[in-house]
């Protein structure tokens, strides 16, 4: 059974960093992509980040460039979302996502994690 648990959300103040985790268990990830997504109260699901299977291939939200990093450890099958500079706007549930076909449209994602929630104070 292909699992994927995401961690590390929490409550922040602006300005301030967390890290997220997913890590995936019952198959390895070696094709497509890995991604976060988030859905903020009252909002669609919306794309944050996304990686390749060898991690040399990232893609981005306008929103978030300069400001999340997306990486990924393979030996370990997880990933992860360091998240810096955080801002108000940045609140929402986060899901992590695998073996997607195309980057940004979750459609193409066919495993998703939990969520984990993410809170940024002003």
């Known amino acids: 059974q292909v699992q994927l648990v995401e961690s590390g959300g929490g409550l922040v103040q602006a300005g301030g960093s967390l890290r997220l985790s997913c890590a995936a268990s019952?198959?390895?990830?070696?094709?497509?992509?890995m991604g976060w997504f988030r859905r903020a109260p009252g909002k669609e699901r919306e794309f944050v980040a996304a990686?390749?299977?060898?991690?040399?291939?990232?893609h981005y939200v306008d929103s978030v460039k300069g400001r999340f990093t997306i990486s990924r450890d393979n030996a370990k099958n997880t990933m992860y979302l360091q998240m810096n500079s955080l801002k108000p706007e940045d609140t929402g549930v986060y899901y992590c996502?695998?073996?997607?076909?195309?980057?940004?449209?979750?459609?193409?994602?066919?495993?998703w994690g939990q969520g984990t929630q993410v809170t940024v104070s002003s």
């Open positions: 996502a695998a073996d997607g076909a195309s980057y940004n449209d979750y459609l193409t994602y066919n495993y």
């Open positions: 019952g198959r390895t990830f070696t094709s497509y992509y």
């Open positions: 990686i390749t299977s060898s991690g040399g291939i990232t």
